[in-house]
């Protein structure tokens, strides 16, 4: 039996602790190789000559490079981990490696007691969480798209929490494109859409120019007809997060175009302007795309009203699909489109707007609350059972 955990405990001088725990030959075999493996470990000792039990080794994650650090190592992070242990009372039969990271700061009284308070937390913990087995796989998944790692600073969308608001980016100049995504508010709930025309005049690189003012959600309105694979790749190389292909497209280009969303890891959009029936092009696809959107085209707009409510969203088939719907998409039909789409469009109603940001807001405003209101404070649902 092995299990694993981690912790990391402290804001500007942190402790990094990571647990093999375990008993069993399996186990035996795990802690013999990290005692014998450069930078040398040592065993988790209360003092001199006094090694905890279950029999525990401190094993640095990195070289040693100075006498501070190794002072630091032999000392108060060592004493930390030894103290962890001890009081957790674990089965004898145990045997834990803990690797830790060792920082090279001023030795003083002061950054002395912060390694030894911070390496005592979170050896409990992370011991505590590997023989909890923490984190359930229900917890990941509740996670995943919520998770702001600190050193990266943005999350990963990927479009698990609708409804949304995609910003359409039809724009004429780079300064209006600018001066739109500026004022947008700051919200998980704002997609932003390069749109065919915005790309046509400044070409795929224009999307490097977006992603320099806005880190989050973009997608790449090629409306690819054909070449899909070709098309996406480029757009994958831009940063896009998601491609649009063209349903009237030969089925070959979409599929390739699915496929190669899926092998860069990118998020794939058909768009079904000028059918008649999206959802049997959808049923006839292999490979099946991540979004499938209804569009009313501009140009339509003023004859073709009921288009965007030629889905049945009640239908099994749909209920698994993410659905957007672009053109036509304003604010007083928000309400409405909301409970059948995942993905609500508007273009010429922001960008064309006086204050685009104020449009911006009223509609998300509609859609629910964004991620940051109910985030969790550090791991707070690890609780006690009472």
Do not use: C, W
């Given at each position: 039996m092995i299990k694993f955990g981690e912790a990391v405990l402290g804001k500007n001088l942190k402790a990094v602790v990571n647990v093999i725990i375990g008993k069993g030959s399996e186990m035996d075999i795990a802690f013999t190789n990290a005692l014998t493996r450069t930078p040398s470990p040592i065993f988790a000792n209360l003092r001199d000559n006094l090694i905890v039990k279950p029999l525990s080794i401190v094993v640095p994650r990195h070289d040693i490079k100075?006498?501070?650090?190794?002072?630091?190592?032999?000392?108060?992070?060592?004493?930390?981990?030894?103290?962890?242990?001890?009081?957790?009372?674990?089965?004898?039969?145990l045997k834990a490696v803990i690797t830790v990271s060792v920082p090279d700061v001023p030795y003083t009284t002061l950054n002395k007691r912060k390694l030894f308070h911070y390496y005592y937390g979170a050896t409990k913990l992370a011991i505590t969480r590997a023989l909890n087995e923490y984190p359930s796989k229900e917890k990941i998944k509740k996670e995943?798209?919520?998770?702001?790692?600190?050193?990266?600073?943005?999350?990963?969308?990927?479009?698990?929490?609708?409804?949304?608001?995609?910003?359409?980016?039809?724009?004429?100049?780079?300064?209006?494109?600018?001066?739109?995504?500026?004022?947008l508010p700051k919200s998980d709930r704002i997609l932003i859409e390069a749109g065919t025309p915005l790309i046509k005049k400044y070409g795929i690189e224009v999307i490097e120019h977006i992603r320099e003012l806005y880190d989050g959600y973009i997608v790449a309105d090629l409306k690819t007809l054909d070449t899909g694979r070709i098309e996406v790749r480029m757009a994958f190389e831009c940063t896009a997060n998601a491609v649009v292909l063209s349903g009237v497209a030969p089925k070959a280009t979409i599929l390739k175009g699915i496929h190669e969303c899926e092998k860069c890891g990118i998020m794939s959009y058909l768009d079904t302007i000028n059918m008649d029936d999206p959802l049997k092009l959808y049923s006839s696809l292999e490979i099946k795309p991540d979004?499938?959107?209804?569009?009313?085209?501009?140009?339509?707009?003023?004859?073709?009203?009921?288009?965007?409510?030629?889905?049945?969203?009640?239908?099994?088939?749909?209920?698994?699909?993410?659905?957007?719907?672009?053109?036509?998409?304003?604010?007083?039909?928000?309400?409405?489109?909301?409970?059948?789409?995942?993905?609500?469009?508007?273009?010429?109603?922001?960008?064309?707007?006086?204050?685009?940001?104020?449009?911006?807001?009223?509609?998300?405003?509609?859609?629910?609350?964004?991620?940051?209101?109910?985030?969790?404070?550090?791991?707070?649902?690890?609780?006690?059972?009472?």
């Open positions: 100075n006498e501070i650090q190794d002072e630091l190592l032999y000392g108060v992070i060592q004493y930390g981990v030894a103290k962890a242990v001890a009081d957790l009372d674990l089965d004898e039969d995943k798209y919520r998770a702001l790692h600190p050193l990266v600073g943005f999350r990963d969308i990927r479009l698990e929490r609708p409804p949304y608001l995609q910003v359409a980016l039809d724009v004429p100049t780079i300064e209006n494109m600018e001066f739109i995504i500026e004022s979004v499938l959107m209804v569009h009313r085209g501009i140009d339509e707009e003023t004859f073709n009203k009921d288009r965007i409510n030629i889905f049945n969203t009640n239908n099994e088939k749909m209920k698994k699909l993410i659905l957007g719907v672009a053109g036509g998409v304003s604010m007083d039909s928000i309400d409405e489109l909301k409970t059948k789409y995942d993905i609500l469009v508007v273009g010429r109603g922001i960008t064309k707007s006086r204050d685009p940001g104020r449009v911006a807001r009223a509609i998300v405003n509609k859609l629910g609350d964004d991620i940051e209101q109910y985030r969790l404070y550090l791991d707070e649902d690890e609780d006690i059972d009472l």
